[in-house]
């Protein structure tokens, strides 16, 4: 069975910086795509950016500018480096990962918390 392990999230002021990381059991090299979305108290899950296998990163509109998707295919590790954090970003963040089209993968979260 696949898994996903988020870690690196925590407390953190606004305008300061966190690195997401999202391990996974098997080969990333496969997957279709890869994603992190985030659930902010109050509010259905949103997408934060995907990347796909070959192609580069699209980011939402609301982080645009702020966040950068990374991939360490030796670690089968996807990052997202967040910068300039604000108090909107808090929320509990997840990795997707798909293998197969039919078939999405979930990690467990990981909660970001962004004072002001």
């Known amino acids: 069975q696949v898994q996903l392990v988020e870690s690196g999230g925590g407390l953190v002021q606004a305008g300061g910086s966190l690195r997401l990381s999202c391990a996974a059991s098997?080969?990333?090299?496969?997957?279709?795509?890869m994603g992190w979305y985030r659930r902010s108290p109050g509010t259905q899950r949103e997408l934060v950016g995907l990347i796909s296998r070959s192609g580069d990163p699209t980011y939402s509109h609301a982080v645009k500018g702020r966040v950068t998707m990374s991939r360490d295919n030796a670690k089968n590790t996807l990052y997202l480096q967040m910068n300039n954090l604000k108090p909107d970003d808090t929320g509990v963040y997840y990795c997707?990962?798909?293998?197969?089209?039919?078939?999405?993968?979930w990690g467990q979260g990981t909660q970001v918390t962004v004072s002001s």
């Open positions: 997707m990962a798909r293998w197969d089209a039919d078939l999405e993968h």
């Open positions: 098997e080969n990333i090299l496969n997957t279709l795509v």
